[in-house]
């Protein structure tokens, strides 16, 4: 089994100003001083914030990730962000298919596929969301949900450079985290998958999403292919995102 390098990485949505994300990387900053951190962060702020955090953030070692991207290269596309213009704020991960996307923006599959591929063709890595509704785990739904967004949204990736991110929506920013069973079963499911579809599956990184915290974060991330975690609300406070790095 390959040896992945347990990554934290946080999801800022649609909150903090860049004076505010400058005073957390400050914080953060001091925080980390003499510990011995072997996970990688990542933080996702909004694409506004990304120019003016990357020096801060390569100080201390954390990546930039962008919540959001076009797949078209340039042109009319009002509102629109490009996977250049992001590498150029400085980004070099993008998340790709969030529920938040796909449920309030209508995002679908054959969007999320190209969107996939015009990251990987720009040279940053996606970061790929899957995650079943409270309706479609009750329905006994999870596993087969999970395995179709994969497979429509990584048809034909081209390479290793890719992350996935395993959210399930009724744990997003509800407190109600998925047990580490329920983690520990979808990972190995996704694992599994991975493998079969890509020669380099075995490499890619799978993160746990949902009402992640400093008080569940290590046992989340002692389950076997749980790669991370994407931590949303928990990671707009520099102190409690530092704990769960540290967890
Ligand atoms: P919460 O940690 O707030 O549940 O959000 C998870 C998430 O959506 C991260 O992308």
Partial sequence: ???????????????????????????????????????????????????????????????LMAQNCAYQEAGAFTGETSVAMLKDAGAAYVLVGHSERRQLFG????????????????????????????????????????????RSGLNRFPCEKLI???????????????????????????RKFLEIQFSWGEMVPILYGGSAKPGNAAELLAQPEVNGLLVGGASLDPESFLQIALA
């Avoid at 004076?19 to 900053?29: C, E, H, P, V, W």
């Avoid at 079963?185 to 996704?190: P, T, Y």
């Fill in 164 to 190: 996935v991110a395993y959210e399930p929506v009724w744990a997003i920013g509800t407190g109600q985290t998925a047990t580490s069973e329920d983690a520990r079963l979808m990972h190995a499911h996704i």
């Fill in 1 to 63: 089994m390959a040896l992945i390098p347990q990554i934290i990485a946080g999801n800022w949505k649609m909150n903090l100003t860049l004076t505010q994300g400058r005073r957390f990387i400050d914080s953060l900053a001091s925080g980390l001083v003499g510990k011995k951190l072997e996970r990688k962060l990542l933080l996702a702020p909004n694409f506004t914030l990304l120019s003016g955090l990357i020096q801060g953030c390569a100080d201390i070692g954390v990546g």
């Fill in 107 to 150: 995002e679908n599959d054959d969007l999320l596929q190209q969107k996939a591929q015009a990251v990987a063709a720009g040279g940053l890595v996606p970061i790929f969301c899957v995650g079943e509704t409270l309706e479609q785990r009750q329905g006994g739904e999870a596993f087969a949900i999970v395995s179709n967004q994969l």
